[in-house]
């Protein structure tokens, strides 16, 4: 049991995708000016990353194994996000058309998201059974969705703030998120007894 | 009578300066070289003017009339003759004019035959409308026509009449000195009030840094054999708020969202909207004077009782201002503001005037940045969160103020009082008050510009529609009537060769209608330019004697019948 | 043996995934572009055309397909852009356009000669008045797109910037920004 929470407490804290292995910077930086669209886009990537990572280990474990067909990993991984990706596209779509636009071109662009493919690439690698690949999956998920509204919350509030002119835009955001890198090297260790 | 009182949240207590204006008694101000009367002078809409240049007015005549409900009369407040019905500076923080009835005072203040009404006869509807004409208006400071509050909310019923004696400003002591000299006629006001509200119970609430007031009222009150109860509150800024004098007496916290405290079951009144209305129930007397606190850098800080429409550097000297006066305060120190011309007259609304010096008022330091002390959060008296408010105004993002609540701020300055950043708050909100009225005016402007504009597209497409129909229908009536043109002509002559000559000669026939429209056109329009060219002013300067004598004659029997101003000019003169 | 084994494998789960995303494709199908309605209610309906769109929905929905800049409006002012700029994450520029003062048409009655073409001319029926009757424009119905100027074949509208008074006087902004000043046009 400890070690199942010590692998989802790692996934959200100790090893946060965002911030530690700095995977998933694209949304991070394009979608975190607005709150409401930062929601939307943990939201969106929080289904995505789920799905992505258990359909990828069934891919992985009854079909490319079986058959040997280890080389073709990335191939088939990617084309299993992509559809998943165009289903969320159209759910979204369907139920928010506001979120479809505010989130513009970094809905599809989950595709390309790194931290999407480079998750279960990590799961083959620990060599997680389902379940282990599931909570990573879901773990680094909420990590990354918990650290886009944190990021989401200060971008706002610098908004309004007297930012020297040359560093206003995206260079002040780059120093927030490495600040909150910074900080969250805190949580270093925090699994270590697993 | 022990009464529990409550507290409210915040508040500051800064130096009251009152013991400056409140030694001397009430004098009489001696009348001042001409009266200018603003029209608008109270909340709603803008009375119209019924008297003309030239006229000659009686004491509390009535010079405007109350336009619609929310309206409150204006009346000459001395005899006099109007000098002119124009535009005057207002004693506003713009500077900006408004119309002002400007009266020369005769010197002979004489009254316009007046007298007590029969209340007996009087329905509370007739008592509204009395006072409506008289021209009552909440005398606290927002000028709010009474009539208006003299109405119970039908289905809750009136708990507490509350009279509003708190006068937490400092340097205002003209509430104070009232009380001290005039307190029976404040109760009888209240009294009325308390007949045409019929309230459980009334409370008439004095900070209790003015004993002698409280003395007074409290000995009026049982000289009446009234059963109001005279209240000392805890002095703290601004307990003299309508919100706030009701949370300490009655307990209740009325919501930001509420329109009239009325819902709530309480009413509020300034004690000198009561005895202006005493004034006029009890005398027949319309508003036309009010107590005024002439202090700061004066020699002779006292109370007046001014004329509205007195100027109010005319007023000041009254009170002998030091030299080195450089401005007057409308107001007072914390809600007040430096009045930017300075012959603006005093309106109903206008309680004291402080004259500023450098000495007295040290120009502020310049503001610094927010350290996000939390002082002005704790010293605010509606809880609001004056530091979030000023970071989203200051970002000039009004969504977000409108979520904290920026409705909600009285503008009491006390956050301002605080702020250790000297930071001024109450000026970055009234920027956000104003910007957010501004966008909703141009939202509604825009909005009826859309509905007009697709109102204007459907009409042009439903024009269009008739008017296909209708060519369709006469060119089927046409074609009707040619085919049985054809089958007569057929039937009578059956010779083919006119027919060609007749298709060509509409042709022919048309080019001489349109040669003669293109000829009409021209002509029109050098007929209009003529017009312009005749309607433009031109040779003004070398004028013949006859034009000139024929101008000058023009002039005067225009003056006589008084439908030109007196001529400034010498331009229409022959030289 | 084993590469047509990857190749069928590969294409099996093409056509699997393909199907699937057909049948969502039909089945969360999408009407309508809400997108427009929200453009246009950011712009300030004047329908004056300066945008080079006969309107503020044509030009609503021009943004909205992207085929055009978001800077054209000048009735709308640099906050107008700025609210698009919010609403649809592009870039803010600076306005195409000079961004003028409001104003209402005024017709002098004195060189009226009641030919309706500026009735015609008005895209939200500011202006009152009948063939050979004197026209007069409704000031608080009309917006300054000034399209009744060029109709008019004797010139006698002319416009007014609207003038400051305590209706529409505004608190001013407590900090003093310091710009820097405009660059010196070439004599």
Not at chain 2, 81 to 96: F, I, N, Q
Not at chain 2, 465 to 482: D, G, N, R, S, Y
Not at chain 3, 43 to 71: F, M
Not at chain 3, 91 to 102: D, S
């Amino acid at each position: 049991m400890s070690h199942y929470i010590f692998i989802l407490v790692g996934a959200v804290l100790v090893n946060n995708v965002v911030l530690v292995k700095i995977l998933g910077l694209c949304p991070f930086m394009g979608v975190s000016k607005k709150l409401e669209t930062a929601y939307g886009m943990g939201a969106a990537t929080t289904f995505v990353l789920t799905l992505a990572t258990g359909s990828s280990y069934i891919i992985d474990h009854f079909l490319l194994i079986p058959f040997g067909l280890e080389y073709l990993r990335t191939l088939s991984f990617i084309v299993t996000i992509a559809a998943i990706v165009q289903m969320t596209e159209m759910v979204i779509a369907k139920t928010s058309p506001t979120l479809q636009q505010t989130l513009g071109i970094y809905l599809p662009l989950i595709t390309t998201n790194c931290a999407v493919l480079g998750v279960p690439l990590i799961n083959i690698a620990y060599g997680y059974n389902f379940v282990e690949s599931l909570l990573f999956g879901a773990g680094s998920a909420i990590g990354f969705s918990g650290v886009l509204i944190l990021f989401a919350a200060v971008r706002e509030r610098i908004e309004g703030a007297d930012v020297p002119r040359h560093f206003r835009g995206s260079a002040i955001a780059m120093i927030t998120a490495g600040l909150m890198a910074l900080a969250f090297m805190g949580f270093a260790g925090l699994d270590k007894y697993q | 009578m022990l009464n529990k009182l409550f507290k409210f949240y915040g508040g500051v207590k800064p130096p009251s300066n009152k013991t400056l204006s409140n030694a001397l008694p009430i004098v009489q101000a001696p009348l001042p070289s001409r009266l200018v009367v603003p029209l608008h002078q109270s909340i709603g809409g803008m009375p119209r003017p019924v008297v003309q240049a030239g006229e000659r007015v009686l004491k509390g005549q009535l010079i405007g009339q109350a336009d619609g409900w929310l309206s409150a009369a204006v009346h000459a407040p001395t005899s006099g003759t109007v000098l002119e019905v124009a535009m005057h500076v207002r004693p506003h923080v713009s500077g900006l004019d408004s119309l002002c009835v400007v009266i020369e005072p005769d010197g002979q203040d004489e009254w316009i035959a007046h007298g007590p009404p029969d209340i007996a006869t009087m329905s509370p509807a007739d008592i509204c409308n009395y006072l409506q004409q008289h021209g009552v208006v909440g005398l606290g400071g927002a000028g709010f026509p009474t009539h208006g509050k003299l109405t119970a909310t039908p289905a809750v019923p009136m708990a507490e009449l509350i009279i509003n004696a708190a006068e937490c400003e400092p340097y205002i002591t003209c509430d104070d000195l009232l009380m001290r000299e005039r307190a029976d006629d404040i109760v009888r006001g209240i009294a009325v009030f308390r007949d045409m509200l019929k309230p459980q119970s009334v409370i008439i609430g004095v900070e209790d840094n003015k004993p002698e007031a409280i003395a007074a009222m409290r000995a009026a009150v049982d000289a009446q054999n009234e059963a109001f109860s005279v209240v000392a509150v805890p002095t703290l800024y601004p307990a003299g708020g309508a919100k706030q004098l009701i949370r300490v007496l009655t307990g209740k916290e009325v919501p930001g969202s509420m329109r009239s405290t009325a819902d709530m079951g309480v009413q509020v009144f300034n004690v000198g909207t009561a005895y202006a209305a005493w004034r006029a129930i009890g005398h027949g007397e319309p508003l036309i004077s009010r107590i005024v606190t002439l202090t700061g850098n004066v020699r002779q800080a006292h109370n007046v009782e001014a004329l509205i429409g007195t100027p109010m550097n005319e007023l000041l000297q009254l009170a002998q201002p030091h030299p080195d006066t450089d401005g007057i305060i409308m107001g007072g120190p914390m809600m007040g503001f430096l009045v930017p011309n300075e012959s603006a007259p005093i309106v109903k609304t206008s309680n004291c005037l402080i004259a500023h010096s450098e000495r007295l008022f040290p120009p502020k330091a310049p503001e610094m940045p927010c350290i996000r002390c939390g002082a002005c959060a704790r010293a605010c008296p509606h809880e609001l969160q004056p530091f979030e408010l000023y970071w989203h105004a200051r970002a000039k993002d009004f969504g977000k103020t409108q979520q904290y609540n920026i409705f909600d701020c009285i503008e009491c300055g006390c956050c301002s009082f605080v702020c250790p950043s000297r930071i001024p708050l109450v000026q970055y909100f009234r920027f956000a008050k104003s910007e957010i009225w501004a966008r909703e005016r141009e939202k509604k402007a825009a909005d009826e510009a859309k509905t007009r504009f697709e109102f204007k597209q459907f009409r042009e497409e439903r024009e269009k529609t008739e008017k296909a129909e209708k060519l369709a229908k006469a060119a089927a009536a046409q074609a009707a009537k040619k085919a049985a043109e054809a089958a007569a002509a057929a039937a009578a002559a059956g010779d083919a060769g006119d027919a060609p000559v007749a298709d060509k000669a509409p042709d022919v026939a048309v080019d001489p209608a349109q040669a003669a429209k293109k000829a009409a056109i021209e002509a029109a329009m050098a007929r209009a330019k003529a017009q312009r060219e005749a309607a433009q002013v031109k040779n003004t300067d070398d004028l013949t004697p006859e034009q000139a004598k024929a101008m000058a004659d023009i002039e005067a029997r225009r003056q006589q019948a008084g439908i030109a101003e007196p001529a400034t000019t010498t331009e229409t003169k022959p030289e | 043996m084993d590469i047509l084994l990857a190749i069928a494998i590969m294409a099996l789960g093409a056509v699997v995934l393909g199907a699937a995303l057909g049948f969502a494709s039909i089945k969360f199908k999408v009407e309508g572009d809400p997108l427009v309605e929200k453009i246009e209610a950011i712009l300030p309906q004047t329908q004056c055309g300066q945008c080079g769109y006969p309107g503020c929905k044509p030009y609503a929905e021009a943004i909205a397909k992207g085929e055009c800049d978001i800077n054209l409006c000048p009735p709308g002012g640099m906050e107008g852009v700025q609210r698009l700029a919010d609403l649809l994450g592009r870039e803010v520029k600076a306005l195409e356009a000079e961004e003028k003062p409001k104003q209402v048409a005024i017709i002098d009655e004195n060189t009226c000669i009641g030919c309706t073409l500026c009735i015609q001319a008005c895209p939200v029926d500011a202006i009152v008045g009948a063939a050979k009757q004197m026209h007069t424009i409704i000031a608080q119905q009309c917006t300054g797109c000034e399209l009744c100027l060029p109709p008019c074949p004797v010139e006698c509208i002319h416009m007014e910037v609207i003038p400051e008074t305590l209706d529409n006087w505004k608190w001013k902004f407590p900090v003093i920004e310091i710009k820097s000043a405009p660059a010196k046009e070439a004599a």
